[in-house]
Each structure stands twice: as structure tokens, then as C-alpha cells.
T-cell receptor, first 109, second 114 residues
Framework: KQEVTQIPAALSVPEGENLVLNCSFT??????LQWFRQDPGKGLTSLLL?????REQTSGRLNASLDKSSGRSTLYIAASQPGDSATYLC????????FGTGTSLTVIP | SQTIHQWPATLVQPVGSPLSLECTVE??????LYWYRQAAGRGLQLLFY??????ISSEVPQNLSASRPQDRQFILSSKKLLLSDSGFYLC?????????????FGPGTRLTVL
């Protein structure tokens, strides 16, 4: 069974900082890896999808990288804003979907 | 693009009462559909998934059941709720490899069992 770990569990940064969220997984036999954002009491919003053959994906201030062989992915957020405050989850996908427990991010104005 | 609706948004039920949560999908056909539960302070737990009408796979044995009576409808049910059934229930879909296997989520249903 896939084990997914996200570090740190919580992060608080001042506005404007660049930050990195980490995701590690035990089974490298994945089709892709997806990063989600979850606001309190809401569903998950897809941020980025990296196919297993890709190394990274970018969307605006977000950049996600994937090193499948070592079972790692990072989500880089540039110039953080208070609106980025949320929980971020990674989900490596093989025959099933597995999720990390997330990193709770607070960006302080 | 696809849209996922979940009903109701919130629900408070007594222990032992029945449950029916509905998930409907628009903008796509023949999706793979999923029910997840997110308990307070915990990650997402996959409960059921369905690759087609009438096809249900259960990931966790429990007092919940799922049904897919129509292509774009997925229902989560229970005959008798337990306190431990409280949580945030999320419906999700993906279109399989033809849709890059990307997963999309509905807005969720907050269930509180008292």
C-alpha cells in the first residue's frame, strides 16, 4: 500500500516569502502525482498534475516537481500571499489514489 | 468541463438513523466515481469507487454502502449511523487515462452524528 508523507505538517510564513512543501511516497509505480488545495470546510481544488514522465509543472506562482525514482515531489510557491493560506495535499496515483495528510499553510499579512 | 454536485451540504443525524448522500456529475460521461471520508485531523480515506453503472468496489468494510443507479449519480448510504461515521464526505471523479487520470472533487457534505 502506498504511504504518503507531507512535511511540514504546518507552516506559517510572512507575506512575500517563497516556500517549499514536500511530499514523499513509498511506491514509485505511479501514473501521475496531483497537488490539491483545500480551504476549511471545502472540497479539494486541483492545482497541478504531473505525469509520471514529466519532471515538473508550472501554473502561475506555483511550480511542482516530481522525482519518481526517489519517491519525492515538491510544491514551490513564489511570493506567497494571504490568499494562499490553505491546506495543501499531494496525491500520487497508481492503480488507486492515495493522499497525504497535508501541509497547513498560513501566510501572515 | 465537468462539475460535481453534492447534496446535502451539511447534515446532522442521530445515531442509528439512516443516511443517504448524493453525488451527481455534469459535463462528462462514464466517469470513474469515488467516495472519500475526511475525519477531523486526518487524511482522506477512500470508501468506495465505481467504474460504471452498478459497479461498486469497497475499500473499507463498514456499515456504509454505495450505489450507482445512473452513469452520473453516485449514492452513499447507511442503514444505521454510528458516531464514528461523522466526517466530511467528498465525491470525486476522474476520466481515466483518456483524461490524464486527473481527479476532481465536489464541494463535500459535512455529516455530524450525535
Amino acid at each position: 500500500k502506498q504511504e504518503v508523507t507531507q512535511i511540514p505538517a504546518a507552516l506559517s510564513v510572512p507575506e512575500g516569502e517563497n516556500l517549499v512543501l514536500n511530499c514523499s511516497f513509498t511506491d514509485s509505480a505511479i501514473y501521475n502525482l496531483q497537488w490539491f488545495r483545500q480551504d476549511p470546510g471545502k472540497g479539494l481544488t486541483s492545482l497541478l498534475l504531473i505525469q509520471s514522465s514529466q519532471r515538473e509543472q508550472t501554473s502561475g506562482r506555483l511550480n511542482a516537481s516530481l522525482d519518481k525514482s526517489s519517491g519525492r515531489s515538491t510544491l514551490y510557491i513564489a511570493a506567497s500571499q494571504p490568499g494562499d493560506s490553505a491546506t495543501y495535499l499531494c496525491a500520487p496515483t497508481g492503480n488507486q489514489f492515495y493522499f497525504g495528510t497535508g501541509t497547513s499553510l498560513t501566510v501572515i499579512p | 468541463s465537468q462539475t460535481i454536485h453534492q447534496w446535502p451540504a451539511t447534515l446532522v443525524q442521530p445515531v442509528g438513523s439512516p443516511l443517504s448522500l448524493e453525488c451527481t456529475v455534469e459535463g462528462t460521461s462514464n466517469p470513474n466515481l469515488y467516495w472519500y471520508r475526511q475525519a477531523a485531523g486526518r487524511g482522506l480515506q477512500l470508501l468506495f469507487y465505481s467504474v460504471g453503472i452498478g459497479q461498486i468496489s469497497s475499500e473499507v468494510p463498514q456499515n456504509l454502502s454505495a450505489s450507482r443507479p445512473q452513469d452520473r449519480q453516485f449514492i452513499l448510504s447507511s442503514k444505521k449511523l454510528l458516531l464514528s461515521d461523522s466526517g466530511f464526505y467528498l465525491c470525486a471523479l476522474n476520466l481515466g487515462t483518456s483524461g490524464s487520470n486527473e481527479q476532481f472533487f465536489g464541494p463535500g457534505t459535512r455529516l455530524t452524528v450525535l
